[in-house]
Structure formats: structure tokens, C-alpha cells
């Protein structure tokens, strides 16, 4: 692969910017442009090296680009495929990271007729947003939905395929509406509910806020996406209105049926229902897909008193065991220890097991 490849960013955001950091670092020598609104973002982007260039305005920066991609929230996207015709040659590459295909495509096929538009979702994030937040590994082993469009020939679907392959991402092609289903259910509802459940304590609770004091682990967790970008999610739902719709009644049948469970005190069949949707959970694979090195993990109990983390480092250290990275898991409804410990290779991570077991620490593998 070409490494002086030239790329555009508009929004350099959590996406857009884990993607130049990513290609800065898996293409050293690319020339990469960026756009953003505020300034901030492209001046740190310029001290560390990620961009060469930053921009508020579509300008002359965007000639002869290999790849642009349109990295602000979805309709936004949107507003700057006018701008951009006149930059774009047969062989640029426009692309998006949008979590919404099919306005997209309509758009493109409306505003860009005769533009190689190849959509791309990865499908990896955070509920935090922004250029401070953006990392050059969030991509690692996270499944990239492509969504060619009909003008995208089929040479550059393969080069623009094997280039998220470059960046450590793993391809997988979608249409663009069998992309909004799947990620209406799996992402999109799912937000609408952690918002929900969020709304539905702050209704619930009393003056004394008690709910909200005591809310920990388990509430965290499940509703930790409802601390997502405002904007971002607006536009998303109504973008993907249609899908949202028809999986949101899903849901509330599914709510509906556990509800009636729950009020007929049927308790072999709330047994049944919880047992098989454990048995579904549990068969989602935790280990990454693709081609970066796994890491093998074990969880151990600790006592929370100075020194504890430092202890295990030296037993472990004096028998020749590398770590890739320790750190105490942040949940304390967390029934499975409360140290995470990785290791490189499942050697080291069976024999730290053995070894933290003699000197009687509780272990829990990751499986
Ligand atoms: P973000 O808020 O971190 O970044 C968006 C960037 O766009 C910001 O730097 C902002 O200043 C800039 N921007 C916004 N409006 C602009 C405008 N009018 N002109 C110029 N710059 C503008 O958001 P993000 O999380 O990086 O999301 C970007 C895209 O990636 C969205 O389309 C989203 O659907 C998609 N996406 C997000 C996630 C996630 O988990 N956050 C995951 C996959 C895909």
C-alpha cells in the first residue's frame, strides 16, 4: 500500500481523530489534511504530528486527496457534500464514519452523483467525545462496516478495504440498510434505553435523591452510554427514525411479555426466560476477531491497602512473568476480583495463575 497516501478529515473528533492517529501511525509518511469548527482539535493534532495540515474552511487543502472522510455528527455530513464537488476526482475515495448509512447514501446519490462514495462505520467509540479523547489503537481488531456505493468501483472497494485492514480494523460489507437494522438493535435502541432507565430514576426518585446516592455498579454500567454525546444521538435517531421505530416495539413487547411474567408470578418461566438469555450473553465472543495479539486476562481479589498492587508485580516479576497491564476494576458490584491483570501469551497468564493461587489469592480467568 501506497504509504505517501493523502487523506482529509472533516471533523477531527473522538473517530476522526483516533482514524488520523491510527494512519499516522501505520503510515508515517501520509500527508494528512483536517477540518474542524473549533480550533483546538487541529492545533493539538498539529503538535503531535497527527495532521500536516488543519483547516476551518473546505480550501485547496482538499486537492487530490486519496480518501476523505466525513467524521462529524451524521446530518452534518451531510451539509459539506456540496462543498466538496469540486475536489473530488474519479479517484478520490469519499468515505464517512457515520453511524447512519442510508441518509448518506441518499444524499451522496442526490448532491454527488457520479462521486465512489464507500461508507464506513467503525464499530468501536465511546460515550466520550472529542480529539483529547481519540486514541491510535480504539480501531484495533474492531469490525469496520464498509457500504459501497454504485459508483464505487470494484478495484477501490478492494483498496479502500485493505487499507482498514492497515489500520488493524477488521472490513466486513453490509448494505446500507442491512447496516441501520443491525446497528438500530444493537446500538441505537440500546441507547434510547440507557437514556430511558437514566429518565425513569430521575422520575422515580425521591426529594432525598436516595436512588441517585445509591445507584453503583450494576446501573452504571447498563446506562453508562447514556452519557453520550446529546447532538450526536439526536441526529442518529432521527436518521435511522424507521428502524428505531419498528426495534423499539420489539423491545416493548419483550418488556411487555417479562412484565406479565412478573405480575402472574410465573416463576418457572421467568427461571427459563433468564436462563436461556444468560446462555445467548455468554456464547458473545470476548476475544478480539482480528489480527492484533490477543490478550490473555485474569482477575484476582484483593485487599484495598497500600502496596497490594505492588506486591503482585514482585511476586510475579521474580518468577520472569511480564505484564502487559494491572489496574483495579473501577466496579464495585464486580463479583470476579477486583484486579485485572493482562498478560502477552496464555502461558504466562496460567502460570501467574498457579502461582497467585499458592500464595492464596482468588483468581477468576476471563472466560
Ligand atoms: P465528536 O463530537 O468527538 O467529533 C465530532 C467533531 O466534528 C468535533 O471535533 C466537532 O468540533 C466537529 N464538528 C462538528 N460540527 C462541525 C461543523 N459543522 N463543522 C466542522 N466541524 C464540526 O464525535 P465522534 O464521536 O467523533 O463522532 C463522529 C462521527 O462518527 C459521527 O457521525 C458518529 O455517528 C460516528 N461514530 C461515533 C462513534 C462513537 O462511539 N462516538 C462510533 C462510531 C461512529
Redesign the pocket.
Same mark, same amino acid.
Given at each position: 500500500m501506497n504509504n505517501n497516501i493523502k487523506v482529509a478529515f472533516?471533523?477531527?473528533?473522538?473517530?476522526? $481523530? #483516533?482514524i488520523a492517529k491510527t494512519i499516522r501511525k501505520t503510515h508515517p509518511s501520509a500527508n494528512i489534511i483536517a477540518?474542524?469548527?473549533?480550533s483546538a482539535?487541529l492545533e493539538e493534532a498539529l503538535s503531535d504530528g497527527v495532521i500536516n495540515a488543519g483547516t476551518?474552511e473546505i480550501d485547496d487543502n482538499f486537492k487530490d486527496c486519496d480518501i476523505i472522510f466525513?467524521?462529524?455528527?451524521?446530518e452534518?455530513?451531510t451539509?459539506?457534500l456540496p462543498l466538496l464537488s469540486e475536489y473530488l476526482t474519479p479517484d478520490t475515495i469519499l468515505t464517512?464514519?457515520?453511524?447512519?448509512k442510508g441518509e448518506i447514501h441518499d444524499a451522496v446519490s442526490r448532491l454527488l452523483p457520479d462521486a465512489p462514495f464507500i461508507g464506513g462505520?467503525?464499530?468501536? $467509540? #465511546?460515550?466520550?467525545?472529542?480529539?483529547a479523547?481519540?486514541s491510535d489503537h480504539l480501531m484495533e481488531n474492531a469490525y469496520y462496516i464498509l457500504t459501497p456505493g454504485p459508483n464505487a468501483k470494484d478495484k477501490q472497494i478492494k483498496f479502500y478495504s485493505d487499507f482498514v485492514s492497515s489500520l488493524g480494523a477488521i472490513p466486513m460489507i453490509l448494505s446500507p440498510e442491512e447496516h441501520d437494522y443491525i446497528t438500530g438493535a444493537i446500538s441505537h435502541v440500546p441507547h434510547l434505553i440507557a437514556y430511558s432507565l437514566v429518565k425513569m430514576v430521575k422520575d422515580a426518585d425521591g426529594e432525598d435523591e436516595h436512588m441517585k446516592m445509591i445507584a453503583a455498579g450494576g446501573f452504571k454500567d447498563i446506562t453508562r452510554i447514556a452519557g453520550?454525546?446529546p447532538?450526536?444521538w439526536e441526529?442518529?435517531c432521527l436518521e435511522n427514525r424507521d428502524n428505531i421505530l419498528s426495534i423499539t416495539d420489539l423491545y416493548i413487547d419483550t418488556l411487555k411479555e417479562l412484565k406479565s411474567l412478573v405480575e402472574n408470578r410465573d416463576s418457572k418461566a421467568l427461571y427459563s426466560v433468564f436462563r436461556d438469555i444468560k446462555e445467548y450473553r455468554s456464547s458473545f465472543s470476548t476475544q478480539p476477531k482480528g489480527p492484533i495479539k490477543k490478550q490473555f486476562d485474569l482477575y484476582c481479589d484483593i485487599i484495598d491497602e497500600a502496596g497490594a498492587i505492588a506486591t503482585i508485580a514482585t511476586i510475579l516479576s521474580t518468577s520472569d512473568i511480564s505484564i502487559k497491564n494491572i489496574g483495579i476494576v473501577h466496579n464495585r458490584t464486580f463479583e470476579e476480583g477486583a484486579l485485572h491483570i493482562a498478560f502477552y501469551d496464555e502461558e504466562s497468564c496460567s502460570r501467574a495463575c498457579d502461582i497467585l493461587k499458592r500464595h492464596n489469592y482468588k483468581i477468576y480467568d476471563s472466560k
Amino acid at each position: 500500500m501506497n504509504n505517501n497516501i493523502k487523506v482529509a478529515f472533516i471533523g477531527l473528533g473522538l473517530i476522526g $481523530g #483516533s482514524i488520523a492517529k491510527t494512519i499516522r501511525k501505520t503510515h508515517p509518511s501520509a500527508n494528512i489534511i483536517a477540518l474542524n469548527r473549533s480550533s483546538a482539535p487541529l492545533e493539538e493534532a498539529l503538535s503531535d504530528g497527527v495532521i500536516n495540515a488543519g483547516t476551518h474552511e473546505i480550501d485547496d487543502n482538499f486537492k487530490d486527496c486519496d480518501i476523505i472522510f466525513l467524521c462529524t455528527p451524521v446530518e452534518t455530513n451531510t451539509r459539506f457534500l456540496p462543498l466538496l464537488s469540486e475536489y473530488l476526482t474519479p479517484d478520490t475515495i469519499l468515505t464517512d464514519a457515520g453511524s447512519v448509512k442510508g441518509e448518506i447514501h441518499d444524499a451522496v446519490s442526490r448532491l454527488l452523483p457520479d462521486a465512489p462514495f464507500i461508507g464506513g462505520h467503525p464499530m468501536a $467509540g #465511546s460515550e466520550k467525545s472529542g480529539y483529547a479523547n481519540s486514541s491510535d489503537h480504539l480501531m484495533e481488531n474492531a469490525y469496520y462496516i464498509l457500504t459501497p456505493g454504485p459508483n464505487a468501483k470494484d478495484k477501490q472497494i478492494k483498496f479502500y478495504s485493505d487499507f482498514v485492514s492497515s489500520l488493524g480494523a477488521i472490513p466486513m460489507i453490509l448494505s446500507p440498510e442491512e447496516h441501520d437494522y443491525i446497528t438500530g438493535a444493537i446500538s441505537h435502541v440500546p441507547h434510547l434505553i440507557a437514556y430511558s432507565l437514566v429518565k425513569m430514576v430521575k422520575d422515580a426518585d425521591g426529594e432525598d435523591e436516595h436512588m441517585k446516592m445509591i445507584a453503583a455498579g450494576g446501573f452504571k454500567d447498563i446506562t453508562r452510554i447514556a452519557g453520550s454525546d446529546p447532538t450526536m444521538w439526536e441526529q442518529i435517531c432521527l436518521e435511522n427514525r424507521d428502524n428505531i421505530l419498528s426495534i423499539t416495539d420489539l423491545y416493548i413487547d419483550t418488556l411487555k411479555e417479562l412484565k406479565s411474567l412478573v405480575e402472574n408470578r410465573d416463576s418457572k418461566a421467568l427461571y427459563s426466560v433468564f436462563r436461556d438469555i444468560k446462555e445467548y450473553r455468554s456464547s458473545f465472543s470476548t476475544q478480539p476477531k482480528g489480527p492484533i495479539k490477543k490478550q490473555f486476562d485474569l482477575y484476582c481479589d484483593i485487599i484495598d491497602e497500600a502496596g497490594a498492587i505492588a506486591t503482585i508485580a514482585t511476586i510475579l516479576s521474580t518468577s520472569d512473568i511480564s505484564i502487559k497491564n494491572i489496574g483495579i476494576v473501577h466496579n464495585r458490584t464486580f463479583e470476579e476480583g477486583a484486579l485485572h491483570i493482562a498478560f502477552y501469551d496464555e502461558e504466562s497468564c496460567s502460570r501467574a495463575c498457579d502461582i497467585l493461587k499458592r500464595h492464596n489469592y482468588k483468581i477468576y480467568d476471563s472466560k
